[in-house]
T-cell receptor
Framework: DAGVIQSPRHEVTEMGQEVTLRCKPI?????LFWYRQTMMRGLELLIY????????DSGMPEDRFSAKMPNASFSTLKIQPSEPRDSAVYFC????????????FGQGTRLTVV | RKEVEQDPGPFNVPEGATVAFNCTYS??????FFWYRQDCRKEPKLLMS???SGNEDGRFTAQLNRASQYISLLIRDSKLSDSATYLC??????????FGPGTSLSVIP
Protein backbone atom coordinates (compact mmCIF):
# COMPACT_ATOMS: atom_id res chain seq x y z
CA ASP A 1 0.00 0.00 0.00
CA ALA A 2 1.56 3.27 -1.11
CA GLY A 3 2.02 5.93 1.51
CA VAL A 4 1.94 9.67 0.99
CA ILE A 5 4.00 10.53 -2.06
CA GLN A 6 5.74 13.87 -2.42
CA SER A 7 7.71 15.26 -5.31
CA PRO A 8 10.31 16.40 -5.87
CA ARG A 9 12.42 15.05 -2.99
CA HIS A 10 14.92 17.86 -3.42
CA GLU A 11 14.60 21.22 -5.09
CA VAL A 12 17.26 23.88 -5.53
CA THR A 13 16.11 27.10 -7.11
CA GLU A 14 17.17 30.68 -7.46
CA MET A 15 15.55 33.49 -5.55
CA GLY A 16 12.57 34.88 -7.43
CA GLN A 17 11.69 31.65 -9.19
CA GLU A 18 8.38 29.87 -8.81
CA VAL A 19 8.44 26.58 -6.91
CA THR A 20 5.69 23.95 -6.97
CA LEU A 21 5.63 21.08 -4.51
CA ARG A 22 3.35 18.13 -5.11
CA CYS A 23 1.61 15.63 -2.89
CA LYS A 24 -0.46 12.51 -3.41
CA PRO A 25 -2.24 11.50 -0.21
CA ILE A 26 -3.04 7.96 0.85
CA UNK A 27 -6.05 6.69 -1.06
CA UNK A 28 -9.21 7.06 1.00
CA UNK A 29 -7.86 9.73 3.31
CA UNK A 30 -10.01 12.83 3.38
CA UNK A 31 -7.70 15.28 5.13
CA LEU A 32 -4.44 16.69 3.85
CA PHE A 33 -1.91 18.85 5.68
CA TRP A 34 1.07 20.87 4.51
CA TYR A 35 3.84 21.48 7.07
CA ARG A 36 7.15 23.31 6.94
CA GLN A 37 10.08 22.29 9.14
CA THR A 38 13.15 24.35 10.00
CA MET A 39 15.64 24.12 12.82
CA MET A 40 14.53 27.46 14.21
CA ARG A 41 10.76 27.04 14.06
CA GLY A 42 10.21 23.31 14.15
CA LEU A 43 7.24 21.76 12.35
CA GLU A 44 4.71 24.45 11.39
CA LEU A 45 1.26 23.74 9.98
CA LEU A 46 0.79 25.86 6.87
CA ILE A 47 -2.64 24.79 5.64
CA TYR A 48 -4.98 21.85 5.76
CA UNK A 49 -7.84 20.55 3.64
CA UNK A 50 -10.85 18.42 4.49
CA UNK A 51 -12.54 16.76 1.52
CA UNK A 52 -10.48 18.93 -0.83
CA UNK A 53 -11.67 22.17 0.82
CA UNK A 54 -9.14 24.44 2.56
CA UNK A 55 -10.19 24.71 6.20
CA UNK A 56 -7.45 26.77 7.80
CA ASP A 57 -4.67 28.58 5.98
CA SER A 58 -3.67 30.81 8.88
CA GLY A 59 -0.23 29.23 8.92
CA MET A 60 0.62 30.29 5.39
CA PRO A 61 3.40 32.81 5.97
CA GLU A 62 2.50 35.31 3.27
CA ASP A 63 0.75 35.80 -0.04
CA ARG A 64 3.67 34.30 -1.90
CA PHE A 65 2.44 30.92 -0.68
CA SER A 66 -0.63 29.23 -2.13
CA ALA A 67 -2.03 25.71 -1.98
CA LYS A 68 -4.63 23.86 -3.98
CA MET A 69 -6.31 20.51 -3.86
CA PRO A 70 -8.18 20.02 -7.13
CA ASN A 71 -9.19 16.45 -6.28
CA ALA A 72 -8.90 13.86 -3.54
CA SER A 73 -5.64 12.44 -4.86
CA PHE A 74 -3.52 15.51 -5.51
CA SER A 75 -2.41 18.73 -3.87
CA THR A 76 0.15 21.41 -4.66
CA LEU A 77 1.96 24.03 -2.62
CA LYS A 78 3.30 26.90 -4.66
CA ILE A 79 5.75 29.61 -3.69
CA GLN A 80 6.00 32.56 -6.03
CA PRO A 81 8.39 34.28 -5.94
CA SER A 82 10.67 32.18 -3.77
CA GLU A 83 13.09 33.72 -1.25
CA PRO A 84 16.11 32.27 0.59
CA ARG A 85 14.16 32.28 3.88
CA ASP A 86 11.73 29.79 2.33
CA SER A 87 14.46 27.14 2.47
CA ALA A 88 13.12 24.30 4.60
CA VAL A 89 11.75 20.79 4.43
CA TYR A 90 8.11 20.78 3.36
CA PHE A 91 6.04 17.81 4.47
CA CYS A 92 2.66 16.69 3.28
CA UNK A 93 0.54 14.44 5.50
CA UNK A 94 -2.85 12.82 5.15
CA UNK A 95 -5.33 11.28 7.54
CA UNK A 96 -8.86 9.98 7.71
CA UNK A 97 -11.50 10.81 10.28
CA UNK A 98 -12.03 7.14 10.93
CA UNK A 99 -8.37 6.81 11.82
CA UNK A 100 -8.66 9.14 14.78
CA UNK A 101 -6.80 11.82 12.92
CA UNK A 102 -3.53 9.88 12.85
CA UNK A 103 -1.51 11.70 10.23
CA UNK A 104 0.82 9.84 7.90
CA PHE A 105 3.66 11.79 6.35
CA GLY A 106 5.37 11.81 3.02
CA GLN A 107 9.16 11.83 2.90
CA GLY A 108 9.23 15.58 2.42
CA THR A 109 10.67 17.98 -0.12
CA ARG A 110 13.92 19.63 0.84
CA LEU A 111 13.82 23.11 -0.69
CA THR A 112 16.87 25.30 -1.02
CA VAL A 113 16.48 28.80 -2.41
CA VAL A 114 19.79 30.44 -3.31
CA ARG B 1 1.89 31.09 24.20
CA LYS B 2 2.45 28.24 21.75
CA GLU B 3 -0.40 25.79 21.29
CA VAL B 4 1.78 22.80 22.17
CA GLU B 5 4.90 23.01 24.33
CA GLN B 6 7.46 20.38 25.26
CA ASP B 7 10.56 19.98 27.39
CA PRO B 8 13.37 21.66 25.45
CA GLY B 9 15.86 18.81 25.86
CA PRO B 10 18.14 17.38 24.63
CA PHE B 11 18.00 14.30 26.84
CA ASN B 12 21.15 12.20 26.98
CA VAL B 13 20.61 8.92 28.83
CA PRO B 14 22.50 5.64 29.17
CA GLU B 15 21.13 2.42 27.73
CA GLY B 16 18.60 0.82 30.03
CA ALA B 17 17.53 4.08 31.62
CA THR B 18 13.96 5.27 31.99
CA VAL B 19 13.19 8.63 30.44
CA ALA B 20 10.06 10.77 30.57
CA PHE B 21 8.90 13.47 28.20
CA ASN B 22 6.31 16.08 29.10
CA CYS B 23 3.99 18.13 26.95
CA THR B 24 1.35 20.77 27.62
CA TYR B 25 -1.31 22.14 25.30
CA SER B 26 -3.30 25.35 25.45
CA UNK B 27 -6.61 24.52 23.79
CA UNK B 28 -8.89 22.85 26.31
CA UNK B 29 -11.17 21.73 23.46
CA UNK B 30 -8.45 19.53 21.98
CA UNK B 31 -9.76 16.12 21.11
CA UNK B 32 -7.00 13.69 20.19
CA PHE B 33 -3.42 13.30 21.25
CA PHE B 34 -0.42 11.46 19.86
CA TRP B 35 3.29 10.95 20.19
CA TYR B 36 5.35 10.90 17.00
CA ARG B 37 8.97 10.02 16.51
CA GLN B 38 11.25 11.69 13.99
CA ASP B 39 14.67 10.36 13.03
CA CYS B 40 17.29 12.69 11.63
CA ARG B 41 16.40 13.87 8.11
CA LYS B 42 13.32 11.65 8.02
CA GLU B 43 9.60 12.27 8.19
CA PRO B 44 7.70 12.09 11.51
CA LYS B 45 6.13 8.71 12.20
CA LEU B 46 3.33 7.84 14.57
CA LEU B 47 4.60 6.23 17.75
CA MET B 48 1.35 5.91 19.66
CA SER B 49 -1.99 7.50 20.39
CA UNK B 50 -2.67 8.82 23.88
CA UNK B 51 -5.89 7.87 25.61
CA UNK B 52 -7.51 9.37 28.68
CA SER B 53 -7.09 6.17 30.65
CA GLY B 54 -3.42 5.96 29.78
CA ASN B 55 -2.00 3.32 27.47
CA GLU B 56 1.05 1.18 27.10
CA ASP B 57 2.83 -0.30 24.11
CA GLY B 58 5.76 -2.46 25.14
CA ARG B 59 8.35 -0.22 26.76
CA PHE B 60 6.33 2.93 26.01
CA THR B 61 3.63 4.37 28.27
CA ALA B 62 1.56 7.43 27.46
CA GLN B 63 -0.57 9.41 29.90
CA LEU B 64 -3.10 12.20 29.43
CA ASN B 65 -4.37 14.61 32.06
CA ARG B 66 -7.16 16.68 30.51
CA ALA B 67 -7.68 18.80 33.62
CA SER B 68 -4.04 19.93 33.56
CA GLN B 69 -3.81 19.82 29.75
CA TYR B 70 -0.74 17.67 30.09
CA ILE B 71 0.57 14.66 28.17
CA SER B 72 3.53 12.46 29.00
CA LEU B 73 5.55 9.68 27.40
CA LEU B 74 7.63 7.25 29.43
CA ILE B 75 10.26 5.04 27.82
CA ARG B 76 11.56 2.18 29.96
CA ASP B 77 14.76 0.21 29.37
CA SER B 78 15.85 2.62 26.66
CA LYS B 79 17.69 1.25 23.62
CA LEU B 80 20.20 2.87 21.31
CA SER B 81 17.53 2.69 18.60
CA ASP B 82 15.27 4.95 20.66
CA SER B 83 17.54 7.90 19.83
CA ALA B 84 15.34 10.34 17.92
CA THR B 85 13.22 13.45 18.37
CA TYR B 86 9.87 12.88 20.07
CA LEU B 87 7.01 15.11 19.02
CA CYS B 88 3.86 15.71 21.01
CA UNK B 89 0.86 16.14 18.72
CA UNK B 90 -2.58 17.56 19.47
CA UNK B 91 -5.69 17.58 17.34
CA UNK B 92 -7.49 20.77 18.25
CA UNK B 93 -11.02 21.76 17.42
CA UNK B 94 -11.79 22.02 13.70
CA UNK B 95 -9.48 19.05 13.06
CA UNK B 96 -6.29 21.07 13.20
CA UNK B 97 -3.27 18.82 13.92
CA UNK B 98 -0.52 20.72 15.73
CA PHE B 99 2.97 19.47 16.52
CA GLY B 100 5.06 20.48 19.49
CA PRO B 101 8.68 21.57 18.96
CA GLY B 102 9.98 18.13 19.86
CA THR B 103 12.45 16.82 22.40
CA SER B 104 15.67 15.22 21.26
CA LEU B 105 16.74 11.96 22.89
CA SER B 106 20.18 10.41 22.65
CA VAL B 107 20.67 6.99 24.21
CA ILE B 108 24.33 6.42 24.98
CA PRO B 109 26.05 3.00 25.11
Amino acid sequence: DAGVIQSPRHEVTEMGQEVTLRCKPISGHNSLFWYRQTMMRGLELLIYFNNNVPIDDSGMPEDRFSAKMPNASFSTLKIQPSEPRDSAVYFCASSSLGGGRKAFFGQGTRLTVV
Amino acid sequence: RKEVEQDPGPFNVPEGATVAFNCTYSNSASQSFFWYRQDCRKEPKLLMSVYSSGNEDGRFTAQLNRASQYISLLIRDSKLSDSATYLCVVQTSYDKVIFGPGTSLSVIP
